[in-house]
């Protein structure tokens, strides 16, 4: 399965933007998928995870109450399909932003997933 991750870019403080995580390959399974993200000189930090059948999420502290990870439909393509809205941005959450497939082990460590993608670059401007 690879995964890519699409959706980033500038956007000013308060603002809003939703990110795309879309598999392609084997998807025949459905997995569970998070988010980390990642700043220079900083290891990738846990932003969101949501179970398989998107019925449980789990989020950092820090983006608690401000972004939602949801998925697509759970059928063809779309399923493995992972968004994550971001709203109340914060110029702290300009980073690099990755997905990747959880596994095991606990969700907030980046040993815990892997087929990552791309990430995509947002950048929060005041």
């Known amino acids: 399965v690879q995964l890519q991750a699409s959706g980033g870019g500038l956007v000013q403080v308060g603002g809003s933007l939703r990110l795309t995580c879309a598999s392609s390959?084997?998807?025949?399974?459905?997995?569970?998928m998070g988010w980390f993200r990642q700043t220079p000189g900083k290891e990738r930090e846990f932003v969101a995870l949501?179970?398989?059948?998107?019925?449980?999420?789990?989020?950092?502290?820090s983006v608690k109450g401000r972004f939602t990870i949801s998925r697509g439909i759970s059928r063809g393509s779309a399923k493995n399909t992972v968004y994550l809205q971001m709203n109340s941005v914060k110029l702290e959450d300009t980073a690099i932003y990755y997905c990747g497939i959880y596994r095991s082990g606990s969700y907030g460590y980046t040993d815990s997933y892997d087929n990552w993608g791309q990430g995509t670059l947002v950048t929060v401007s005041s």
């Open positions: 949501i179970s398989w059948d998107g019925t449980m999420t789990y989020y950092g502290d």
């Open positions: 390959g084997h998807t025949s399974s459905q997995y569970a």
